[in-house]
């Protein structure tokens, strides 16, 4: 009796099981060695990996990292939509001010559970005002802005972790003085 030959589906499965972990091997070297975009070719399979822009962080939403897998023909992803947005947010943090955070911990934006926050999108800020609360091994540190204008934008979400150099709000200077 002959052994049996694996069946299409089989191989195929074995092999898109290969590809896909060679795919996560590559994007995790991505990471280990801060990569913001990676080609890889052998053979027929050209593949490249491409993160969101660094200026993409200040958007809330989170995207993956663009694949492209080409076996011959090439193909593109098709765009996300948060790409333009990411895109024109960015743009716009340009003429900000950020206070970004000075140390790990977690955001609060008010200083109880149930109070009003401290500041809110449009409010006006003056130099030392407190923004938030981040909490720190069990420590409340009071962040406060250091510069007087417009909140336009508040990047971190209440009882979130922030890390270092995070920024957290983004203010328009005051044209008044």
Known sequence: MKPKKP???GANSEFASEEIQHIEHLLNFMTEHNLE???YSRGDLKIRLKKPSANAAFSRQIAAPEIIIAGGAQTQAAPTPAAPAAA???RSTE???LVKSPIVGTYYESPSPGSEAFVKVGGYVE????L??????KLMNEIESDMSGEVLRIFAENGQPVEYGQPL???RPSRKK
């Open 169 to 171: 709000f983004g203010i």
């Open 95 to 97: 003429d900000l001010h």
């Open 7 to 9: 069946s299409k589906a």
């Open 132 to 137: 938030c609360i981040v909490e720190a091994m």
């Open 88 to 90: 024109m947010e960015a």
């Open 37 to 39: 975009e990676f080609e």
């Open 127 to 130: 130099t030392g005002q407190t």
